[in-house]
């Protein structure tokens, strides 16, 4: 009751500021109990309330008076440009597949996939299992839960030919999500302002996170078939500029869902190990295999040249970031240090939830059907393009992965297209982030891993009708 009354004297003393001048004296405690036959408490209440709002000012013994009006201006945070002088790298503060899409969109932008892929009720049962468990309250150690870590140490074990020496659990640490671990494994294995190695075009975050930790990209091309880089391109780069590691993706990269064949992935350790080079292998998709299975470089490598990144956000859940380094000697051990200084250690109950996700029958069934969706999913969009935008090329059809990268015709202004796009209801990607020096040609990035894949060929129709406007208007 008293809140009622409260909330009707504020209102009516707003309305009466409203109209008053700055200074203005508000009428007494005593005229406004009478006026509205409220009691002193309530009054006060309400008075309190504009007080805490701004737009009064209590002079004790005095009264209350409507406060002068002030310009509506931010507080000056100026002095922070010459505090903070120029940042190291220029980056997005949010990158473009990162960036929300309004709710009726077509998202072909996203990196993560749509709930629709994901095995929503397994995590939530994981989650519920893993808080009831002890790990769940508890401080993990730095390097991981033993478990995990031994999980993701069987996997690439599996995978390791009989005479070569696989790794165990102490080779592996647990970091949360990849995106973390690459920052981590670039700062322990490159100084600031020596070179790394990338391919060309690569992952728009490893990108950011080698421009962040100060390290200078040097690009390396990949064939526009799919074969991944030329060995004697790497040979060169890494002997003209000295550089110790290789950022790369041998399979389903992001953007161009290239796999590596086994001989090309030899043929390129081999010249790593001939540098005393580290290969980093980033096999962020490793669980999305549609024509073929990931092949991790790392299996075929026990002289730790390779230092290999899993994650398990993609395929299990965003809300899981849960992922493993594996890495082996001094390489390992800085890497460690690094993820201590960084954050000590992952959330145990992240940790255990990811153990369960992974140990349940209920994975294998959703990696499964996860292969069946996206190859669905994907030869639906690359039917769409053909169909209703011919002017994209779209090179090569990714034996895995979550995205095409189609090529539009030179002279395009991707900026304008994605605008364009968006406009018309269709979020896509510009491909110049995947580029860490000047794009050599204008390219989309099409995930198909967003809601609603039926849109595809309705998406498709809207980018085929934006590349067609600029080609008209081209000269
Ligand atoms: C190639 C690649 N590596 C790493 C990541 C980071 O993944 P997360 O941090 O979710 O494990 C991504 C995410 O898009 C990616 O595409």
Same mark, same amino acid.
């Given at each position: 009751?008293?809140?009622?009354?409260?909330?009707?004297?504020?209102?009516?003393?707003?309305?009466?500021?409203?109209?008053?001048?700055?200074?203005?004296?508000?009428?007494?405690?005593?005229?406004?109990?009478?006026?509205?036959?409220?009691?002193?408490?309530?009054?006060?209440?309400?008075?309190?309330?504009?007080?805490?709002?701004?737009?009064?000012?209590?002079?004790?013994?005095?009264?209350?008076?409507?406060?002068?009006?002030?310009?509506?201006?931010?507080?000056?945070?100026?002095?922070?440009?010459?505090?903070?002088?120029?940042?190291?790298?220029?980056?997005?503060?949010?990158?473009?597949?990162?960036?929300?899409?309004?709710?009726?969109?077509?998202?072909?932008?996203?990196?993560?996939?749509?709930?629709?892929?994901?095995?929503?009720?397994?995590?939530?049962?994981?989650?519920?299992? &893993? =808080? @009831? +468990?002890?790990?769940?309250? /508890?401080?993990?150690? #730095?390097? *991981?839960?033993?478990?995990?870590?031994?999980?993701? $140490?069987?996997?690439?074990?599996?995978?390791?030919?009989?005479?070569?020496?696989?790794?165990?659990?102490?080779?592996?640490?647990?970091?949360?999500?990849?995106?973390?671990?690459?920052?981590?494994?670039?700062?322990?294995?490159?100084?600031?302002?020596?070179?790394?190695?990338?391919?060309?075009?690569?992952?728009?975050?490893?990108?950011?996170?080698?421009?962040?930790?100060?390290?200078?990209?040097?690009?390396?091309?990949?064939?526009?078939?799919?074969?991944?880089?030329?060995?004697?391109?790497?040979?060169?780069?890494?002997?003209?500029?000295?550089?110790?590691?290789?950022?790369?993706?041998?399979?389903?990269?992001?953007?161009?869902?290239?796999?590596?064949? &086994? =001989? @090309? +992935?030899?043929?390129?350790? /081999?010249?790593?190990? #001939?540098? *005393?080079?580290?290969?980093?292998?980033?096999?962020? $998709?490793?669980?999305?295999?549609?024509?073929?299975?990931?092949?991790?470089?790392?299996?075929?490598?026990?002289?730790?040249?390779?230092?290999?990144?899993?994650?398990?956000?993609?395929?299990?859940?965003?809300?899981?970031?849960?992922?493993?380094?594996?890495?082996?000697?001094?390489?390992?051990?800085?890497?460690?240090?690094?993820?201590?200084?960084?954050?000590?250690?992952?959330?145990?109950?992240?940790?255990?939830?990811?153990?369960?996700?992974?140990?349940?029958?209920?994975?294998?069934?959703?990696?499964?059907?996860?292969?069946?969706?996206?190859?669905?999913?994907?030869?639906?969009?690359?039917?769409?393009?053909?169909?209703?935008?011919?002017?994209?090329?779209?090179?090569?059809?990714?034996?895995?992965?979550?995205?095409?990268? #189609?090529?539009?015709?030179?002279?395009?202004?991707?900026?304008?297209?994605?605008?364009?796009?968006?406009?018309?209801?269709?979020?896509?990607?510009?491909?110049?982030?995947?580029?860490?020096?000047?794009?050599?040609?204008?390219?989309?990035?099409?995930?198909?891993?967003?809601?609603?894949?039926?849109?595809?060929?309705?998406?498709?129709?809207?980018?085929?009708?934006?590349?067609?406007?600029?080609?008209?208007?081209?000269?």
């Amino acid at each position: 009751m008293i809140d009622d009354s409260s909330t009707r004297i504020v209102a009516a003393l707003r309305a009466w500021i409203r109209d008053a001048p700055a200074g203005a004296q508000l009428p007494s405690t005593r005229s406004l109990v009478r006026e509205h036959g409220a009691g002193p408490v309530t009054v006060q209440k309400a008075l309190r309330r504009l007080i805490a709002e701004g737009l009064v000012e209590s002079r004790p013994g005095v009264g209350t008076f409507v406060r002068a009006v002030r310009p509506a201006r931010g507080p000056d945070l100026s002095w922070q440009t010459a505090a903070l002088r120029s940042p190291r790298a220029q980056l997005p503060r949010i990158a473009a597949p990162l960036q929300p899409a309004p709710p009726d969109a077509q998202v072909l932008h996203a990196g993560y996939p749509d709930a629709d892929l994901l095995p929503v009720r397994l995590v939530r049962t994981a989650l519920g299992r &893993a =808080a @009831r +468990g002890a790990g769940a309250t /508890a401080c993990p150690p #730095a390097q *991981g839960v033993g478990e995990l870590r031994a999980w993701f $140490a069987a996997e690439l074990a599996d995978a390791t030919p009989a005479p070569l020496s696989a790794v165990t659990a102490a080779d592996v640490v647990i970091a949360p999500g990849s995106q973390s671990a690459l920052v981590s494994v670039f700062r322990a294995l490159v100084p600031p302002g020596q070179p790394l190695l990338v391919e060309s075009p690569t992952y728009w975050g490893a990108i950011q996170a080698a421009r962040q930790t100060g390290v200078a990209l040097v690009p390396v091309p990949v064939a526009d078939d799919g074969s991944g880089p030329d060995p004697a391109d790497v040979d060169r780069s890494l002997r003209e500029t000295g550089a110790r590691a290789f950022y790369a993706q041998p399979n389903y990269a992001n953007p161009t869902g290239s796999q590596w064949s &086994a =001989a @090309r +992935g030899d043929e390129v350790l /081999a010249v790593v190990r #001939a540098h *005393g080079a580290f290969l980093i292998e980033d096999d962020w $998709a490793h669980d999305f295999g549609i024509d073929t299975t990931a092949r991790p470089l790392a299996a075929r490598d026990d002289d730790g040249h390779v230092v290999y990144v899993r994650s398990l956000t993609k395929s299990a859940s965003p809300a899981l970031r849960v992922a493993a380094v594996v890495a082996r000697g001094p390489a390992r051990d800085r890497i460690v240090a690094d993820r201590v200084a960084e954050s000590m250690y992952v959330s145990g109950l992240l940790q255990h939830a990811a153990l369960e996700v992974v140990g349940d029958p209920g994975w294998r069934t959703h990696l499964r059907r996860l292969r069946t969706q996206l190859r669905q999913r994907r030869d639906l969009l690359l039917e769409s393009l053909r169909e209703h935008a011919p002017h994209l090329a779209v090179d090569v059809v990714p034996p895995g992965g979550l995205h095409l990268w #189609a090529r539009l015709p030179d002279g395009t202004d991707v900026d304008r297209l994605v605008r364009a796009c968006a406009d018309d209801g269709v979020w896509v990607a510009g491909g110049d982030g995947w580029f860490p020096a000047e794009p050599s040609a204008p390219y989309l990035r099409l995930s198909y891993i967003g809601p609603e894949p039926a849109g595809y060929p309705s998406a498709a129709r809207v980018i085929g009708r934006a590349v067609g406007a600029q080609a008209l208007r081209r000269p």
